[in-house]
């Protein structure tokens, strides 16, 4: 088979900053995908009505025919007028921080008797919430295992909450995921179907590969693929983070890699190796607009059989994969 045309996708993760790079990585998105869901972690938080409605329209100035799925940032003790209001402004996401767990995290929460009162109101309101599932105070590549006794907690204790579990990076997560629920679902990245600790550190540091949570070796990778290809459940999410070159390259790296520019190529990569090729029109187009209760995309992009070799640079940031030649390309049909 040469080329494979799919439902346009949906990028359920995705972190397109504030400021002056914000216009950039919105239509880089919008270039493929008709749907995302941009991340609150932004400076400052999207933690706020006005707040949202005012980065809502920056985004939706860059790209008017982009989808939002709109979330925010939830603060300890935020309270459920404040919960109600970011939903009148058109939110129907809350996402869970640990505090220091990633990027612009430290604002996050200690532990989830923080946001009680904001969890029930998001249950009564019908809102999805969205976990960063990792527990800081545990070694880097065991803090998603560490995390997910907090996950059944607050699935036992908001009993209907809808709960998404962010990037899958573990076999366990993918595990807890696969016997959880129908309301629970997870997001898992192109960079996690696709990559290592070794790409990331094996022979020399790569810090365009350096993200929350850290790569795993190849026995995750291979369970998170077999969760993408066939749990119902698991979703895309690029969780494609930006930053600019100078602070990857700098001697306090912050976690994040620039997904965007070659998320689909890479899941097409990743899904053909695992034979599942059939399956990744479901995984990246169906199922999370299924589980957020969203109409299928009505376009169409085509993936083709085509090497390229991944720029330096893009939209002044360094993209995974840069300098490398990858087999798919995708465009518009
Ligand atoms: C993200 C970022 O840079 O905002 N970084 C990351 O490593 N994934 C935040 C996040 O989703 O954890
Ligand atoms: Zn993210």
């Known amino acids: 088979m040469r080329d494979l045309v799919i439902r346009a996708p949906d990028d359920f993760h995705v972190h397109f900053r504030s400021g002056p790079g914000l216009e950039k990585f919105v239509r880089r998105t919008a270039a493929l995908f ?14 706020d009505a006005a707040t949202l409605r005012a980065y809502a329209a920056s985004v939706r100035a860059a790209a008017p025919d982009l989808d939002l799925v709109l979330s925010f940032k939830l603060l300890p003790g935020m309270d459920t007028e404040t919960v109600r ?18 990027t612009h995290s430290s604002d996050g929460i200690r532990e989830p008797g923080e946001i009680r009162e904001a969890l029930a109101a ?19 590549l065991e803090r998603e295992r560490a995390f997910l006794p907090v996950v059944r907690g607050l699935l ?25 629920p129908r309301r629970l679902g997870a ?29 795993q070796d190849a026995a995750h990778r291979a369970a998170l693929r077999k969760a993408a290809a066939a749990c119902e459940r698991v979703f895309f999410g690029s969780d494609s983070a930006p930053h600019p ?89």
């Open 85 to 102: 209001s970011l939903a009148g402004a058109g939110a129907r996401v809350g996402k869970y921080y640990p505090a220091g767990a990633t």
């Open 122 to 140: 998001m249950e009564d309101a019908g809102l999805v919430l969205s976990v960063h599932g990792e527990d800081p105070a545990a070694p880097v």
């Open 34 to 47: 008709d749907r995302a869901l941009p991340m609150p972690n932004t400076l400052p938080p999207l933690a």
């Open 187 to 215: 997001t898992v990245t192109a960079h996690h179907l696709s990559f290592t600790t070794d790409d990331l550190a094996g022979r020399a540091l790569n810090p365009h590969l350096y993200c929350k949570p850290v790569l």
């Open 245 to 333: 070159r100078d602070r990857k390259e700098s001697g306090s790296i912050p976690p994040g890699i620039y997904a965007a520019p070659v998320a689909l190529p890479l899941l097409a990569a990743a899904f053909e190796e695992e034979d599942a090729l059939d399956r990744l029109e479901d995984f990246a187009s169906a199922r999370g607009a299924s589980f957020y209760g969203l109409p299928p995309n009505r376009s169409r992009v085509r993936l083709v059989r085509e090497t390229w070799t991944v720029p330096d640079e893009v939209d002044g940031a360094v993209p995974a994969a840069a300098g490398s030649a990858l087999a798919w390309t995708a465009e518009r049909v």
């Open 156 to 180: 036992d204790d908001y009993p209907r909450l809808r709960i998404v579990l962010e990037h899958l990076s573990t076999r366990e997560a993918a595990e807890f995921v696969a016997a959880g």
